[in-house]
């Protein structure tokens, strides 16, 4: 079987192409047609109001509403795998989300559960070339995917160097698919607390999509190492943003206002 280094973790000279006539372990997911929408209905409604006191976001009109997209967000606590879908998720773009996760997040009950919600696993020891594909896959389906770009959960509110697989999936993707035109949306989520409790407070702040075109016409390992620095800039800069918003509560949020540039 043919198999890539982890590309989450290296660089390589050359974009990765994946022959289709090689035989590699097949990676899919999917989102529950049953069970998605009823935990993202729970999850918004119910679960996320009766836990957090309040949310902030910002920049919630650079979500793009179609097209191929790699939503990257900082990692500060388990609760960020539901508001991430809280601002970018079908609710908003009537679109699921895709969720590329460790191996270890996909076991038992909780590993079911990631999966009837669209994640899939990503052998961090071990990976092969078949996780690298179906994330190009969705791309080319023009799907939305959520990749953690610092590679695990960090409760200090900085952002810790990020891994440049997630560079290099996206100009794989568009150098398999020219023209595809694929985004990459930085997005900073800040708590209160370190480890968040019942009343916690949250700020989400979501920047401009960054242009995977944009890095194709050089080097690709010199390209690959451009996007990475430039996304860790904007969520540097996202993470520091001071939110000129004032603070909603879930009553107001639910009921639909604009909680944008406030």
Known sequence: MMEVRYFLDTYHPTPVIIPPEVHVNRTTSQVSPWLGPAAYFLGRHFVLPSFFRQITVTGQANVPQQGAVILAPTHRARWDALLVPYVAGRCVTGRDLHFMVTISECKGLQGWLVKQMGGFPVDTKRPSVGTLRHGVQLLQQKQMLVIFPEGGIFRDRQV????????????????????????????????????????????????????????????????????????????????????????????EIAMGMDIDDR
């Open 160 to 251: 810790h160097p990020l891994k440049p697989g997630i560079a290099r999936l996206a100009l794989t993707a568009e150098h398999n698919h020219p023209g595809l035109g694929v985004k990459i949306l930085p997005i900073a989520i800040n708590y209160s607390q370190p480890y968040p409790g019942w009343g916690t407070d949250v700020h989400i702040h979501i920047g401009s999509s960054i242009e995977a075109a944009e890095y194709t016409q050089g080097c690709v390992k010199q390209e690959a190492k451009r996007l990475t620095s430039d996304l860790s800039q904007t969520l540097h800069a996202l993470s520091n943003h001071q939110s000129p918003c004032n603070h909603h509560s879930f009553a």
